[in-house]
């Protein structure tokens, strides 16, 4: 018997040795291992497009080639759309952000004094100052993006390798495992796939759709920058909740600066709020139907944990692990009630009746 | 020619002439057996493996691709298991799963190498959600399928008693 036990436990001794020699690993490398992990995560999201050539019959190498192909194309039409839009803006904002950069000036310094004037005790805050720093930390904050750049081509690099792989690592990890327990591994990956395969394809649908209904009514309303406050809002629609406020926020600012009135301003929150009362009313219920539910407030605590973890990419990734962790409790807590039967199925009629 | 054939993977075509062969899929057309082709896991078992064993709870379909598979039922006497189906290429089994998670009535073992198709039962709801004319004829598939295997079953009691 104890002979036994000493086996059962030895078996598992080698994989559980290498798992953790492969988290000591990860913790040491640190940032090394981050392009990976965004890589995976890209490929994941371009898998159903392989998979979608591979099931009519296209070669898996050709498939992967055939879509860095055509999505090296879009991009280039894309980027070249955007430089084409942005410089104009980018020429526009240069010549008019003396006048801006002063016309901000005024307003924050007339606000503090009438501020102070009225509320003595806010003189403490020290707005002007405040505003000084913040400007002058932008073009540092900038400066720091730029070593992302270069994520930009080593993840496209890493994804074509991933993706010619497959699902070559669970294939791995099924053949050593003892067949019986196959079908329940299949089972929690496809479950986990399916929800969280909905709730990626959906958001990056919404923000997609957000980013155009912003842009068409940006332009329409004759907003400067309509690009770039929609390419900002499209991204922050990433993160579930954000692009509405940041699109209102940010629009607001320059309807006020370019008009010089609170009617533009007034007209632009109407726009966000009709976008956000569409988005929660038409494009959600149907886009998001079959993805995991996540309720509002552990939205925000898992994108507070995302920041407190990882900052900015732990706020972008923090949605997509909630999700898997939500969708792993359901199956948890499912295999308890069916492996264990913790409480009977219901009965879907009455079984007594005979068959006839 | 040549490029084509080096592009084009032969294998997908068998396995859409397969599926267009199994009851659970007529009514299907080839175009839209590639949507259930999406829907299918494919694995294969060495000579002697465990599929699954009785008692264990059932969460997919499988379909015999290639190979024998032996359907066992474990006798209460003796405490062995002992043979009572052989399922073979282009029949299914295991059906029960993809309308509740209950534990399997008989256990199933590769006789040989064999490749199978699951179905999960997620997989199958999507299907319905996504493409409602292919999961309207697999649901009306099985429960013919079932309405059949039912009605032999109770033939079969009621001619021992």
Redesign the interface.
Known sequence: MLDKNFKTLAQFLLPALLVLAGLYLAVQAGGAVFPLILSAALAYLLNPMVRYFEVRGIKRLYAVVGLYAAAGAALAAVVYLLVLFLSFEMESLRETWPLYARQLEAFVLGLNAKMVTSYPMLSGLNLPEKMNRLLAAGPAFILGLLPMLSLLFLVPFITFFVLLGGSGIIDYILDHIPARHSEIVLHVTSRIDESLGNYLRGILTEAFVIFLIAFTGLVLMGINYASAIAIIIGFSSLVPYLGAFVGAALASVVAYFQFGTFLAVFKVLAFFAGIRFFDDWFLQPYIMKRAVKLNPAVIVFALMAGWELGGIWGVVFSIPVTCIIKETLAIAIELQETEFQWKPAPEPTRISIPYT | MGIFS?????G??RKIEFLRRIRLFEGISKKSL?HV??SL?E?T??KG?????EG??G??LFIDFSGKITLTKLNPETGKAEPLAEVAPGEFFGEMALL???PRSAGAA?AEETQVF?L?K??LE?LL?SYPRIGVVIASQLARILSAR??AR?EKASASD
């Open positions: 080096n592009i084009y993977d032969e997908t075509l590639i082709l999406e896991q694995r078992y060495l493996e465990t599929i699954f064993a264990d709870i969460r997919a509740e998670e209950m590769a699951m999960f997620t997989k999507s959600f039912l009605r109770t």
